[in-house]
């Protein structure tokens, strides 16, 4: 398990167990499997449908970096990511729940899943956002906030950006 974060608000000081941690909050975040998928979808499913078939995005939670975390033992935001190609993560939902965010929760989940990603040899992120699919609330653009977090846009169509990130150079 990775550990922690510049703003610490997911904040990992007292490991309950192996691979999972729980701050004095009461939230705890560990990496996801597919066993966690009813629970994504359920948080997810106040915002959005989920685009993916479901036994894909199941298999991308057992074998790709993820996070979950959960406070006082309910599901509160996620990150889950697929392959993209050789040496490319992509993120492919990241998700907080609206009475969590600003806290810095977004930021410590990317933070986590690039250390993971690293760790397991992947160079780059990759990520387009979800601001031109329906949705049941209104939602700024993340721009800045991918921006805020070291991605560059390297795309623009329309409400859909693509977003990439260098985590290391190998030739
Ligand atoms: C985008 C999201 C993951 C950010 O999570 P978070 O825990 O609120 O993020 P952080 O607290 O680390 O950072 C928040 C800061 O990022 C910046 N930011 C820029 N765009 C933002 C956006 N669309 N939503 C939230 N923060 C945004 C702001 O500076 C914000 O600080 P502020 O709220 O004080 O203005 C969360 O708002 C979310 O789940 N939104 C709905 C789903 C979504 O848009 N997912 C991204 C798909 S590409």
């Not at 889950?80 to 907080?96: C, F, K, M, S």
């Amino acid at each position: 398990m990775p550990e922690s974060t510049s703003h610490g608000t997911i904040g990992i000081h007292h490991p309950a167990r192996p691979g999972e941690c729980m701050p004095p909050s009461g939230r705890a975040h560990r990496r996801l499997a597919s066993g966690d998928l009813g629970e994504v979808l359920g948080l997810y499913a106040a915002y959005r449908d989920v685009s993916a078939a479901h036994d894909d995005v199941a298999r991308w939670l057992d074998v790709y970096p993820s996070v979950g975390v959960w406070e006082h033992g309910a599901l509160v935001a996620f990150c889950y990511t697929q392959r993209n190609a050789p040496g490319i993560l992509e993120i492919d939902n990241l998700y907080v729940a609206p009475s969590h965010r600003s806290h810095g929760i977004g930021a410590d989940m990317l933070r986590l899943v690039e250390s993971a990603a690293l760790a397991e040899g992947y160079q780059g992120l990759f990520l387009t956002n979800a601001l031109g699919l329906p949705a049941r609330e209104v939602r700024r653009s993340p721009e800045t906030f991918y921006v805020d977090n070291g991605y560059t846009v390297v795309l623009r169509c329309g409400p859909t950006l693509a977003f990439v990130k260098q985590l290391s150079i190998t030739d």
